[in-house]
């Protein structure tokens, strides 16, 4: 039964030494290691916490880009299209003015070319009257060249203003 | 590479065995005289000299001091145990062979009866007691100290100072933290003091020729009545309430009440016992174990043989299982403390 009686040296001995290990580790040992511990559970979860909004933030910015990008997208295919229509209407135009641009030059150069052509014309008629002036001149001197033929010629002109 | 260390320290263990296997004969026949419950019984208990072996005839042993205050005579002694080996006088002390005072220092008073002088020797338990609270000091301040001009920021520690955080910390938030609501701070000194004494106390303790502490019940009775003064102490009106006047039918609350009274009592008595209990138990099976070596051998030495390397498997395995068990026994006794603990602060009562 002996181990069942607590030895009373060995219980002061106990007393003492416990005391001693419990008033040394309780100023001096457990809260330094405790409270490290609890700030860095504390500082671990604050990490978490903030990793998760920070991941969440990431997504919203992605989001954000992508939706950015799509709407950029859009607005660039609007402008190509855009582009493309403006293009075809100043082609379009150009070709009408264009058109028109030319046929008032022909139509110019039509006036000037009759213009022309009735200037040569006149000249013409006038070259050709001067001409057969001349040459009447020259058939009429030809003609007359005697004082028998001038009178003949005299009397059929007499003749016909007569007759007339 | 890790592998092959692991390989060549299985090597050395195995051959270890085998050699003490062979050695073990060598050993039982020098003790023919072989009583195992005195052999148990020693070990378990305490004694004035730290006995290691005997070397053929001659003890190895460290004479502790002996500190005795003789009330016959009225002063105090102080001398080396290496004078009372044997039964051997000195000073009007010698060991008691028999009696209700056997294997302790004892005077004789003018009556010619023995009587027990007031006894603080340093004896083998004491000493082994002073060296585990001066080294759970040292590691404790030791782990303590790498936390200085530590911030929050910087990571968290490796090796043994990282062991000791994790149990620090398995003990402060899954057993203080689950089981008292209120005063975390109160407590938690106390109860990690109690979780590392009896931890550590357990695992020297399973050092051959170490001292057998957490499996004395002087010891496990200041543990007790630590965690009775923290419980009681502190415990706040609705716990006192509930012991004296609790919330049950009137004519059972008198009752209740003797019930409640004798269980302040009886929870701390059952946390010295069981811690007691389950190390004592623990020490003894593993030196019954041992003893069926010499045991055999006094009977034959062909059985002794071949039951030297299953007694030594065995030993082997319930070693393991002691140090699951001082672990889980410095758990429980935790743990428990804790739980009264709680119940002393309750907080929200309808």
């Known amino acids: 039964m002996s181990l069942l009686i607590p030895d009373s040296g060995l219980l002061f001995w106990m007393l003492v030494s416990f005391l001693v290990v419990f008033f040394v580790l309780v100023k001096f040992g457990w809260p330094i290691i405790t409270h490290m511990v609890d700030?860095?559970?504390?500082?671990?979860?604050?990490?978490?916490?903030?990793?998760?909004?920070?991941?969440?933030?990431?997504?919203q910015i992605q989001e954000e880009s992508t939706q950015i990008l799509k709407q950029a997208q859009e607005q660039q295919s609007r402008m190509l299209a855009e582009a493309v229509e403006m293009r075809?209407?100043?082609?379009?135009?150009?070709?009408?003015?264009?058109?028109?641009?030319?046929?008032?030059?022909?139509?110019?150069?039509k006036k000037q070319i009759d213009m022309e052509k009735e200037d040569a014309i006149r000249d013409i008629r006038r070259q050709v009257g001067l001409l057969s002036v001349e040459i009447a001149e020259q058939v009429l001197r030809q003609n007359l060249k005697s004082d028998k033929e001038q009178m003949a010629m005299i009397d059929r002109m007499l003749d016909e203003i007569i007759t007339k | 590479m890790k592998k092959q260390i692991t390989n060549k320290a299985l090597t050395l263990i195995f051959s270890l065995l085998v050699s003490l296997c062979l050695f073990a004969p060598l050993q039982a026949r020098a003790e023919a005289d072989f009583n195992a419950s005195e052999m148990i019984l020693e070990h378990i208990g305490d004694s004035y000299e730290w006995h290691f072996t005997n070397i053929?005839?001659?003890?190895?042993?460290?004479?502790?001091?002996v500190i005795v205050y003789s009330q016959v005579r009225g002063?105090?002694?102080?001398?080396?145990?290496?004078?009372?080996?044997?039964?051997e006088e000195y000073q009007g002390f010698r060991i008691a062979r028999e009696g209700d005072y056997e294997g302790k220092v004892v005077e004789?008073?003018?009556q010619g009866q023995e009587v027990r002088p007031v006894d603080i020797s340093l004896t083998k338990n004491a000493v082994a007691l002073l060296i585990n609270s001066a080294l759970l000091i040292a590691i404790v301040l030791g782990c303590a100290r790498w936390y200085r001009n530590k911030l929050v920021t910087d990571a968290s520690p490796n090796g043994f100072v990282g062991i000791m955080e994790m149990m620090v910390s398995m003990v402060y938030y899954d057993i203080i933290k689950a089981n008292i609501p209120v005063h975390v701070q109160r407590y938690a000194g106390y109860l990690l003091c109690a979780f590392f004494f009896i931890f550590f106390n357990n695992l020297i303790g399973l050092i051959p020729g170490s001292a057998n502490l957490t499996g004395n019940i002087a010891i496990t009775f200041v543990l007790a009545l630590c965690t009775f003064l923290m419980v009681n102490l502190f415990g706040n009106k609705e716990y006192w309430k509930e012991i004296f006047w609790a919330d049950v039918p009137g004519w059972l609350k008198p009752v209740m009440a003797v019930i409640e009274f004798f269980g302040i009592f009886t929870k701390p008595v059952a946390l010295m016992i069981r811690l007691f209990a389950n190390i004592m138990a623990g020490h003894a099976a593993l030196l019954a174990l041992v003893s069926v070596i010499f045991i055999t051998f006094s009977i034959s030495a062909v059985l002794g043989t071949l039951m030297t390397p299953l007694t030594i498997v065995f030993c082997v395995f319930l070693d393991c299982l002691e140090l699951?068990?001082?672990?889980?026994?410095?758990?429980?006794f935790t743990m428990l403390s804790a739980v009264f603990i709680g119940l002393s602060v309750p907080q929200h009562h309808e």
């Open chain 1, 39 to 59: 700030e860095r559970k504390k500082y671990i979860d604050e990490s978490l916490e903030s990793a998760r909004k920070a991941n969440e933030r990431l997504a």
């Open chain 1, 88 to 109: 075809n209407q100043i082609v379009e135009k150009a070709k009408t003015e264009a058109t028109v641009e030319g046929q008032k030059l022909l139509a110019e150069a």
């Open chain 2, 56 to 65: 053929g005839d001659t003890p190895v042993a460290i004479p502790l001091p």
């Open chain 2, 75 to 87: 002063e105090w002694f102080c001398f080396s145990s290496s004078h009372l080996e044997e039964g």
């Open chain 2, 108 to 110: 004789t008073d003018a």
């Open chain 2, 324 to 332: 699951l068990v001082a672990f889980i026994q410095a758990y429980v």
